[in-house]
């Protein structure tokens, strides 16, 4: 099982739009539409900002948007703001010999 | 408004097992949308998914620790439980707990640390 490949950093001004892709195979990615995405702060659990590739949870700000294509998801943040800058970690829905879930290694984001 | 909350040692020596509890509150854990998951993250590193758990005793383990890990679950007690046996000092980590619907971990626990060292 190995996980998503994710751009280890990203980053982008404030007002600029920044994407990170998430790359699985057709056993995740590209055979279920169950990708996620988490936004991590530093020394903080994970907060959920995309399900079902391109949901968003209530009170998720609409600069929060996700796609797929294929194999590869991806999270698009518009319009970046400084409270944006965090750890964005993916995640699937997968399945082999049995279901699971598999997380992507996160993509560190940098507003600079 | 869900909350889930994580307990068990900080400190667990290798080879033993290391034993957590997640207690469910503001929401019923027989829900029969929602799976209970663990999820853990190794200091300076990524996230783990390791298992879930339905309220009939249904799971699902990651395939890379399915050998070595057991997820319970007591409605009763409206918590469940993760054992992993055998840890050594890779098992170091903080440990979420968290409800899960389609693949998707909604609401999570605060996380606990677990360290294995003698």
């Known amino acids: 099982q190995s996980a998503l490949t994710q751009p280890p950093s990203a980053s982008g001004s404030p007002g600029q739009s920044v994407t990170i892709s998430c790359t699985g195979t057709?056993?995740?990615?590209?055979?279920?539409?169950?990708v996620s995405w988490y936004q991590q702060h530093p020394g903080k659990a994970p907060k959920l900002i995309i399900f079902?590739?391109?949901k968003r949870p209530s009170g998720v700000p609409d600069r929060f948007s996700g796609s797929k294509s294929g194999n590869t998801a991806s999270l698009t943040v518009s319009g970046l703001q400084a409270e944006d800058e965090a750890d964005y970690y993916c995640?699937?829905?997968?399945?082999?010999?049995?279901?699971?879930?598999?997380f992507g290694a996160g993509t560190k984001l940098t507003v600079l | 408004q869900l909350q889930l909350q994580e307990s068990g040692p900080g400190l667990v020596e290798p080879s033993e097992t290391l034993s957590l509890t997640c207690s469910v509150s503001?929401?019923?854990?027989?829900?029969?949308?929602?799976?209970w998951a663990w999820i853990r993250q190794p200091p300076g590193k990524g996230l783990q998914w390791i298992g879930s758990?339905?309220?009939?005793?249904?799971?699902f383990y990651s395939p890379s620790l399915r050998s070595r890990v057991t997820i319970s679950i007591d409605t009763s007690k409206s918590q469940f439980s993760l054992k992993v046996n055998s840890v050594t000092a890779t098992d170091t980590a903080v440990y979420y707990c968290?409800?899960?619907?389609?693949?998707?971990?909604?609401?999570w626990g605060q996380g606990t640390l677990v360290t294995v060292s003698s």
């Open positions: 968290a409800r899960e619907r389609t693949s998707t971990s909604f609401d």
């Open positions: 503001g929401g019923s854990i027989s829900s029969t949308d929602s799976y």
């Open positions: 758990i339905h309220f009939t005793g249904k799971t």
């Open positions: 057709s056993s995740d990615v590209g055979g279920y539409n169950f």
């Open positions: 079902e590739v391109n």
């Open positions: 995640s699937s829905h997968a399945v082999t010999n049995n279901a699971y879930v598999v």
